[in-house]
């Protein structure tokens, strides 16, 4: 592993622990070259996923953006960090697991508002204004009449 640092190629492992879900591991490390320490996070990828844009554009499917836009819809509310991992987690292997190696955008995005509705409604509707380019208050409005009740 290449030091961010300094680009030192000799970096050395000093601590390995799983995370919590144990679908990572983190990696403490420490440069030779200019002693600096730093962490990585190993993942299993089970496939290399594209994404399949509305605009037929193909771009790699990446996991920190994903969870960027997850975070922002959550942001403020009573959901703890751990349990966004998780949410993240629980997306990427079933995309993963789909069989499907180009994946549409529209697929993603579903796959988050139906998480999102079971985890928080702000967030829901938060993510939902986003995805579905909510211009005006009325589709706010018609969006969250087809809500019902809260549960």
């Not at 953006?65 to 959550?74: E, H, T």
């Amino acid at each position: 592993m290449r030091c961010p640092f300094c680009g030192h190629e000799d970096t050395q492992v000093k601590d390995s622990r799983p995370s919590e879900d144990g679908s990572a591991i983190r990696r403490r490390r420490f440069c030779a070259g200019c002693s600096q320490r730093f962490t990585t996070i190993e993942r299993v990828q089970l496939r290399e996923l594209t994404v399949l844009k509305s605009d037929n554009r193909r771009v790699p499917f990446d996991r920190d953006k994903l969870a960027r836009s997850i975070r922002i819809a959550l942001r403020k509310r009573p959901v703890q960090e751990e349990r966004i991992e998780r949410i993240v987690n629980g997306i990427v292997r079933q995309l993963e697991a789909s069989g499907e190696n180009d994946v549409p955008s529209q697929q993603i995005g579903e796959l988050v508002m139906e998480t999102l509705k079971e985890v928080d409604a702000v967030a829901y509707v938060r993510f939902a204004s986003v995805y579905r380019n909510f211009r005006e208050a009325k589709d706010f409005e018609a969006f969250l009449g087809g809500l019902g009740e809260p549960t």
